[in-house]
């Protein structure tokens, strides 16, 4: 079975599937479920809607539908050539875990998909009733997919099982709402009244899910570097030319880049790094690194309000946890990206296990842009997916569970973004529980799956459907 599904999986991490770009994997997929014979819908925006048929006499059952997304988060390793575009995700397995050389490796939310894919070819081999596949687009940037997913897929299933979770042991019954929030002002400029340019990079940080890991407390990158930024601007002749960092709104930044203008030696800007690097070097040791090398005087810098406006509104918008409740995360917010041209754009991602909970952050992000002279764009809110403790599908999937493992799984909602939220909104019925194999590090270039846990999934989704298909 291991084997199977990664045989699947290998076929997917072949085609780049950045979000915003998977016209190639959903065509792939469409063929793919066609080729053996399944009833196959590629809806407008490129979500692949499949037909399984219930096996003989087990047409009454309820439908099940099995679900998970095809993007993933393209990153990687500093100074490693990868085009997230056009380019392969080279896999490393070992004996315990599968990764990539130099790259994300797409596990989120591709085992997702090869499991269910391993279950589509091998459906006759088990009892069930009719199953519907559901693999949406977008899932990373913005949920795209399950915003326009049309309802009438939705309308006549009893139970769905999301195939995106992180932990093979948990089962997840609620999610996190967010809301993507984009700051952005025109660069006001004027000339370089120093002499000496320097390309200051922040890297070697962890990085991370800025969701189910940001109670960790990573460094952010963009965050520290505003804090350095104003620590030099307070005490030294500073000018501002370029800032850049972060790889996307859902990822905890592990690197930035900026070139600034001064009169300081090289070895005075060292010295200040050093200072500054031992307050951090505790909370990642050996990891956080300070690179300072010499740059081309640059043309134009921040003129002093812009500088001074950015430095304040880095600094005063809150990146990590805002609040919590016992051992749940509530609230939390992530400064993901920040990039200069001639404007300066910075992308937030904030989120909460309380839909209402979301006009907080917009009215606070609404006064910072205010103060500090940014435009504030918000995207549409993702709701949160409420805790159901009614849920039939939760019950047997625990009994399930326990049976085939000897030990109860872990039941709780997670603080994070999940699809569940959109789906029970289009059908508020819907019984949903999410899973998934034990995925570390998403998000990053340390991203590795555990392959034991691969077996133990897929034979919990099929005791699941046999087990609906014989009770029903």
């Keep these: 079975m291991l084997e199977e599904v990664l045989d699947e999986f290998k076929k997917l991490a072949a ?25 196959v819908v590629q809806d407008e925006v490129k979500n692949i809607i499949a037909e399984i048929p219930a096996l003989c006499g087990m047409e009454n059952a309820p439908r099940t539908i099995l679900q998970a997304h095809m993007d993933m988060v393209c990153v990687a390793e500093e100074n490693y050539k990868f085009n997230p575009l056009e380019d392969a995700i080279k896999l490393i397995r070992t004996e315990e ?53 049309n309802k009438k897929f939705l309308a006549d299933a009893q139970f769905f099982i999301n195939c995106d979770s992180e932990n093979y042991d948990e089962l997840v019954a609620g999610s996190a709402g967010s809301i993507h929030v984009d700051f952005c002002k025109k660069i006001n400029y004027a000339a370089p009244k120093f002499s000496n340019a320097y390309k200051i990079n922040f890297g070697g940080l962890h990085g991370g899910h800025s969701g189910i890991e940001i109670h960790r407390n990573y460094i952010n990158a963009i965050k520290l570097t505003a804090k350095f930024l104003n620590i030099l601007k307070k005490k030294e002749n500073l000018q501002l030319a370029k800032i850049n960092g972060g790889a996307a709104s859902n990822v ?41 090398a010499p740059a081309d005087l640059p043309a134009k810098v921040f003129d002093a309000a812009d500088f001074e406006n950015l430095i304040a509104l880095l600094l005063n918008v809150h990146s990590g946890v805002y609040s919590v409740a016992g051992a749940m995360v509530r609230t939390s917010a992530n400064i993901g990206v920040i990039r200069t041209a001639e404007n ?21 992000f609404a006064q910072v842009g205010k103060f500090t002279n940014f ?68 998000h990053s270039t340390k991203e590795r799956l555990h392959l034991k846990t691969v077996e133990p999934q897929v034979n919990l989704i099929i005791a699941t459907l046999e087990k609906i298909a014989a009770q029903f």
């Design 15 to 39: 085609i780049p599937r950045p979000s915003k770009h998977e016209e190639k994997v959903s065509n792939f997929l469409c063929d793919y479920l066609k080729s053996y014979g399944f009833e």
């Design 375 to 442: 435009e504030v764009k918000f995207g549409t809110p993702t709701p949160a997916w409420n805790f159901n403790p009614d849920s039939r599908l939760l019950k047997i999937m625990a009994e399930i569970f326990e049976n085939q493992n000897n030990f109860a799984p872990k039941i709780h909602t997670i603080h994070a973004g999940l699809e569940c939220s959109f789906f029970a909104v289009k059908n508020p019925a819907l019984d949903i529980v999410s899973i998934g194999t034990t995925n570390e590090f998403i």
């Design 97 to 149: 875990f599968l990764t990539a050389e130099g790259t994300s490796l797409g596990a989120d939310d591709g085992m997702g998909i090869a499991e269910i894919l391993y279950i589509a070819k091998n459906h006759e081999k088990f009892s069930h009733g009719p199953i519907r596949i559901i693999f949406t687009v977008d899932e990373e940037q913005g949920m795209g997919g399950a915003i326009n997913l």
């Design 344 to 364: 300066v754009e910075i992308n937030i991602l904030a989120r909460s296990n309380f839909t209402e909970l979301l006009d907080d952050f917009k009215d606070t």
């Design 252 to 292: 905890i930044p592990s690197d930035s880049e900026f070139v600034i203008v001064t009169d300081l030696a090289q070895e005075k800007i060292s010295a200040y790094a050093e200072d500054f690097q031992k307050i951090y070097n505790d909370v990642e040791p050996n990891e956080f690194k300070i690179e300072i």
